[in-house]
DNA sequence: TCAATATATAGATACTTATCTATGTATCAA
DNA sequence: TTGATACATAGATAAGTATCTATATATTGA
């Protein structure tokens, strides 16, 4: 069975017009902090937030050289995230239905 | 260039623990709200709330029966989001940064 | 018709969060 | 050393939301 609490907490992360923009850049290589922020109107501290948030969720890393903080995101995420969406929308033994019998259908 | 904010909608749906289980339970089939009620603790105008936000969605379809109301899985929903998430983690031609070209890397 | 069942709606509450301004810290170039 | 740049943190505010109780509506069986 899915473990939907854990998922919840990533889904949550992506929950945000402005953090799926960022993951969809990210999705490209690496980048810095001040090259993300070029492509939103909000401010800088909001930018800060929102990496914290994909930071805390497992769905970024981010390693500081210098004065820049570089953002890349996590091979584990993507695979896995994948994995979960492919398990969650298809009819699988994983299902909780298949855990209870109480599963009734309509006609 | 990926629709953001249409999918930050749908994934803010699914931004709930237990919004995930009921998609779990659904991609098995149709089933009425009685009997997903059964496999939570909340109450019923709970559920009823999270069946509106599945709706809203885009992401399940209902219909009425009688009595009950039978939920079912859009496979529009399944289908699309699926695409969606495997664009939006892969490094593609459709991702904003090859939009413009500010987007610089480190070395 | 009446009672029970299935579901929706209204309104309230507590909690979360996206954003801002203000400010602090660290790094580097001159 | 000084000023500029990159980033984080603190604190406030406004908006959203998950849940509840109370109640309304609709359907069906007796």
Redesign the pocket.
């Given at each position: 069975m899915l473990n939907y609490a854990a998922y919840a907490q990533v889904i949550?992360a992506m929950?945000?017009?402005?953090r799926l923009k960022i993951i969809d850049l990210l999705s490209c290589g690496t980048m810095?902090?001040?090259?993300i922020?070029k492509n939103f109107?909000?401010?800088?501290?909001?930018?800060?937030?929102?990496?914290?948030?994909l930071q805390t969720a497992g769905i970024v890393s981010?390693v500081?050289?210098?004065?820049?903080?570089?953002y890349t995101l996590l091979p584990e995420f993507t695979t896995e995230f994948s994995e979960f969406i492919k398990q969650l929308l298809r009819d699988s033994h994983e299902c909780v239905c298949h855990s209870d019998s109480s599963c009734s259908r309509p006609d």
């Open positions: 949550k929950a945000d017009e402005n810095c902090a001040c090259e922020l109107d909000f401010t800088q501290p909001t930018l800060s937030h929102h990496m914290k948030v981010a500081k050289k210098g004065r820049w903080q570089y």
